[in-house]
């Protein structure tokens, strides 16, 4: 009950987390200090430190518990769907896009190692694999997600370049923004330009798609996002995941669509996965979903992703997933691509587990009934070797996270 007094005082959820666990938790423990001081009991100030490690973990998730409560209440998805969405949006310094459960899960993952359950419901396929026989027109590469280099320098092997040689396009997954908020915003990702001129070490940035479609997109809040997508568009890029712009049409003929199912913020303006449909074009050739989903450092989907997936790719032609830092499955549906996450691309965290990563190239065509499908597929592990400030990229035909 005191805990739940406290938390409805404030209006910002951070404030309602750390009023309703540090008020009555200084309440208890000075009236604990008093009872033993009155019971006469030695060494009064060990025996309550004890007492109140133990009590700490309900200290620490029951707020969590009364957040999440509180969004389910108040309908925190509604935000999505707001016609007022081009306009700046109350931001929160500290947010998750997860109910309680999955926070302390991914928490746990981060602390001790990624989850592998789940391994036997889903299935690599092999890594130069032949989908459908087709004339070949256009040749996309996908790499993992771009996390901010942290002030390291990312060197990119001579492998990985000539893997990605005969590609037309490059799509990738621009995990941040450029500019920061005008709050602090915890876990914000804030990338530097340089990123960028390293990324066009594969192709011209004219020939390079990034989506902005995901949880840290909206970091910097709406006019940081549109300023954003301006300076990436100054400099070359193409830029999908926006509400008003989610996908781009490359040579009149693929149709690529940018989604998110997460936000660590509330707002209107990026692509949610719920709306991607509305995306879908019925006269391009190809409808490719670059969808951000899934759940962090699980190296395998869950049941109920599993069949999430199935249900969107019954409309898509291909899926290519991202968001989890981690590779997971690259496989079929109906003898549809779908890669559940590429994993990570390059980050500057020195966490080794955050250092592994997919690169994937597929070609497009028609089949002999002229309808487009995807032909071949080649796809490689990739892994980020971090030596003091040096970022060495490369790619492995083996999963280094278990060699």
């Known amino acids: 009950m005191m805990m739940e007094y406290f938390f409805s005082i ?19 423990f000075s009236i604990m200090i008093g009872i033993h ?69 991914c928490v746990k993952h981060n602390i001790f190692s990624p989850s592998n359950k789940h391994k036997e419901l889903s299935k690599y396929m092999p890594q130069n694999s032949s989908l459908n026989k087709i004339e070949p027109k256009i040749k996309f590469g996908f790499l993992g997600d771009l996390m901010p280099l942290m002030g390291c320098n990312w060197v990119i092997s001579e492998d990985s370049k000539e893997f990605f040689s005969d590609i037309d396009y ?76 989610a996908s781009l049409k490359i040579n009149d003929a693929v149709n690529i669509v940018a989604a998110t199912k997460w936000s660590n913020q509330a707002h209107g303006y990026l692509s949610f996965l719920e709306h991607s449909d509305k995306h879908f074009d019925p006269n391009a050739k190809f409808n490719l979903l670059f969808a951000h989903w899934g759940y962090e450092l699980e190296l395998y989907p869950r049941p109920e992703f599993i069949d999430e997936a199935k249900n969107y790719i019954s409309k898509w032609g ?46 497009l065509g028609p089949d002999n009934n002229n309808e487009w499908k995807v032909g071949e597929v080649n796809w490689r592990y990739s892994c980020i070797k971090k030596v003091k400030k040096t970022l060495n990229y490369d790619l492995s035909e083996e999963f280094q996270w278990f060699s």
Not at 204 to 232: C, F, M, Q
Not at 341 to 355: A, D, P, Y
Request: aromatic share 12%; proline share 5%; hydrophobic share 40%.
């Open 37 to 105: 001081y009155l019971m006469g009991t030695p060494e009064i100030f060990t025996t309550v430190f004890a007492s109140g490690l133990a009590s700490l973990p309900y200290y620490l998730l029951f707020p969590l518990k009364l957040l999440h409560e509180l969004k389910h209440k108040q309908n925190f998805l509604a935000y999505r769907d707001d016609p007022n969405w081009n306009r700046n949006w109350k931001m929160d310094t500290f947010s998750t896009p997860y109910s309680v459960e999955d926070f302390l899960l």
């Open 170 to 245: 490059l799509v990738c997954n621009l995990e941040g923004v450029l500019y920061k908020a005008d709050i602090f915003v915890a876990f914000s990702l804030l990338h530097t330009e340089e990123i960028l001129l390293h990324l066009q070490e594969f192709l011209p940035a004219e020939k390079i798609i990034l989506s902005l479609a995901n949880n840290h997109g909206a970091d910097g809040g709406y006019t940081n996002y549109k300023k954003t997508v301006s300076r990436l568009r100054e400099m070359g890029f193409k830029v999908i995941g926006g509400r008003d712009d």
């Open 10 to 28: 404030p209006k910002k959820s951070v404030h309602r987390y750390f009023l309703s666990n540090s008020v009555p938790a200084s309440i208890n």
């Open 318 to 363: 291909s899926i290519i997933g991202h968001h989890s830092h981690m590779p997971s499955p690259v496989t079929t549906v109906n003898g549809k691509l779908l890669a559940y996450s590429l994993g990570n691309c390059v980050t500057g965290l020195g966490f080794n587990h955050f250092h592994h990563g997919i690169a994937l190239k597929l070609e």
